[in-house]
């Protein structure tokens, strides 16, 4: 049967959420609180205040965003895009680069939406405030502001599908004596141009996507960059000449602005940047502590996207990290629309309940902390090859070329971290995704 179903966020996982809804006929409502659709591919550069001064670094962010001026996506385009929507360049690309920077991806999401008619779902400017149960519907309270105008309002729905994303609510490192530390602390959620650092020290922390590629992006304007991590595949050297000094973590802070590393070395340095991850957050959620965020697991969820006892009421997309983000979102939102519809049926809740219990089992015999429960890294194929087989009739999961690019992509990304995004010896097969794109496609 059709539901009345809100959608929670206007990015990617909220667009093609609302897409797969509207084609199972149901009625949808987007709820965003920006200006516009796209998420955190919309570059907000932030007021300078904040910048953090003090050493509460987390709580110094207003912005949705975490995209930087010079960002370039970290996979190929063809790769990135959703399932049946190809992420080529167009004849209105500014930017046809294999890894474009991020207003082709905010322009490629605009097109999205135009194609299949979203705007008009979309109420703007409307950040969702509460979602609860009562008896078998989801009231949802929402603020939305017009000019200076604040209006509040309560609505009901017969299902919920939460899409506000998880990279705006900053994780930082914990620092012995960083209380007392007098330098700056930043995140890389509020980071966007390197002239922040111009001439200073600073330690960058962190070395996952967000952490190399900021290292390179301050480096040339800053005096020196100490990357600190917890634990490097290469050995810990300085690099650029000298310009970057690789350091094991960071073990103390002085009040003379000292930093020691764990490799026995030290440094005076200016500021720090954290790139560490940020934190899953539903501060609008209220399940009566069904659903909880508990070292950064958000569950009991099955399979990453229902809660057992408020299923199919209640579903997440976009939760999984280390995945190709877009195509993912979009499988797990034709199964959310397809359960609604009735299409396809879900274990009794009790079942669903006993393979949470289980994949928690299985994750702990492997010494998968919690925190790395929603990351899926090559499990992904087969996640999506499962969601697809839910889905029924045509549905798929990840195209084999999809799989090789992005293999391809990954090792060429760790032999050639800072070249990567220019120079690959896959042509002959990115060639061919080309060609079968262009021949399916257009
Ligand atoms: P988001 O894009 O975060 O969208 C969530 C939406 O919900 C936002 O519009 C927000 O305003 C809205 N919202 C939140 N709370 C509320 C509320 N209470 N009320 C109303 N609205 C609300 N992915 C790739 O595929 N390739 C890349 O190269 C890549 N690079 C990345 C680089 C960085 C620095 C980051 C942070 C992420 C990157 N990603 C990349 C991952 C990226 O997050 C996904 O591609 C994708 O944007 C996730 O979409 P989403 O809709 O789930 O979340």
């Not at 149901?26 to 910048?51: K, L, M, N």
């Not at 987390?58 to 190809?86: K, W």
């Not at 929603?374 to 996640?383: A, G, I, K, N």
Request: aromatic letters at 10%; charged letters at 25%.
């Amino acid at each position: 049967m059709e539901k009345r179903v809100a959608v929670i966020g206007a990015g990617a996982s909220g667009l093609v959420a609302a897409r797969e809804l509207l084609r199972e006929g149901h009625s949808v409502v987007i709820f965003e609180q920006a200006r516009r659709i796209g998420g955190t591919w919309v570059y907000d550069p932030p007021p300078q205040e904040s910048h953090s001064r003090s050493s509460n670094v987390a709580r110094n962010h207003s912005c949705h965003s975490s995209i930087y001026q010079s960002l370039r996506t970290n996979l190929p385009r063809e790769v990135m895009g959703f399932l049946d929507y190809p992420f080529v360049p167009r004849r209105s690309s500014r930017d046809a680069r294999r890894f474009p920077g991020h207003e082709e991806v905010l322009d490629y999401l605009e097109s999205f939406t135009v194609e299949f008619g979203l705007h008009g779902y979309v109420r703007f400017n409307s950040k969702v405030k509460y979602v609860g149960l009562v008896e078998s519907n989801w009231i949802v309270k929402s603020s939305s502001s017009a000019g200076k105008e604040e209006k509040e309002s309560e609505e009901v729905f017969d299902a919920v599908v939460v899409c506000n994303g998880h990279y705006f609510q900053p994780r930082v490192a914990q620092i012995p004596g960083i209380e007392k530390w007098p330098g700056k602390q930043y995140h890389s959620h509020t980071y966007r141009t390197p002239d922040l650092f111009k001439d200073q020290v600073v330690a960058v922390i962190g070395n996952g996507p967000s952490g190399q590629d900021l290292c390179s992006d301050i480096a040339a304007d800053c005096k020196k960059v100490h990357w600190c991590a917890k634990l490097w595949n290469s050995p810990v050297e300085s690099l650029q000449q000298g310009k970057i000094q690789r350091h094991l973590m960071i073990s103390k802070a002085d009040k003379d602005g000292r930093l020691h590393f764990m490799d026995g070395t030290s440094a005076v340095v200016d500021a720090i940047l954290h790139c560490t991850g940020y934190l899953y957050d539903f501060s609008f959620l209220d399940t009566k502590n069904y659903v909880k965020v508990e070292d950064n697991r958000v569950g009991p969820l099955f399979k990453h996207v229902f809660p057992p006892a408020l299923a199919p009421s209640l579903s997440f997309i976009g939760l999984p990290w280390k995945t190709i983000p877009f195509p993912l979102s979009e499988l797990q939102a034709k199964w959310i629309s397809a359960v609604l519809k009735g299409r396809a049926s879900l274990p009794p809740k009790g079942e669903m309940a006993n393979d949470v219990v289980g994949f928690y089992r299985t994750l702990e015999a492997q010494r998968v902390p919690n925190r790395h429960t929603h990351r899926l890294d090559l499990e992904m194929f087969d996640y999506a090859e499962w969601l697809a087989k839910q889905c029924g009739g045509t549905c798929h999961g990840f195209e084999p070329w999809r799989k090789e690019l992005f293999l391809s992509t990954r090792d060429n990304r760790k032999l050639n971290s800072d070249s990567y995004r220019d120079e690959w010896s896959d042509n002959d097969l990115h060639e061919k995704v080309v060609g079968v794109l262009a021949t399916s496609f257009f």
